[in-house]
């Protein structure tokens, strides 16, 4: 069973830093687009990041760009989000998906077909 598991999200203040780790199991990446995902209480879920297999030019929504790095590692079958100078804003969960490269169209939800669980981003002073 595919299976995606997000980690290392947490409680961090304004300003703070925090990376996110997606593993995969039971498929391995390097034939998968991995996108990164977050919804906010009472808010449509919003499209931050998404990475080729190969890695080659991330796309970034405006809201991650400049503050958010997407990158993998495919022999770890792992993708990070690094997330920098982080405001209340960003308080979230937060979702990696997967889509093989073949189907993959642009960055966006109705794009992926494997999703996580999530991981929860609390930005609070």
């Known amino acids: 069973q595919v299976q995606l598991v997000e980690s290392g999200g947490g409680s961090v203040q304004p300003g703070g830093s925090l990376r996110l780790s997606c593993v995969a199991s039971?498929?391995?990446?390097?034939?998968?687009?991995i996108g990164w995902f977050r919804q906010a209480p009472g808010r449509e879920r919003e499209e931050l990041s998404c990475?080729?297999?190969?890695?080659?030019?991330?796309y970034y929504a405006d809201t991650a760009m400049g503050r958010f790095t997407v990158s993998r590692d495919n022999a770890k079958n792992t993708v990070y989000l690094q997330m920098n100078r982080l405001t209340s804003e960003d308080t979230a969960v937060y979702h990696c998906?997967?889509?093989?490269?073949?189907?993959?169209?642009?960055?966006?939800?109705?794009?992926?077909?494997?999703w996580g669980q999530g991981t929860l981003v609390t930005v609070s002073s």
């Open positions: 039971a498929i391995t990446l390097d034939s998968y687009y």
């Open positions: 998906a997967a889509v093989h490269h073949y189907w993959y169209t642009r960055c966006q939800d109705k794009a992926f077909e494997v």
């Open positions: 990475i080729s297999p190969d890695a080659v030019s991330p």
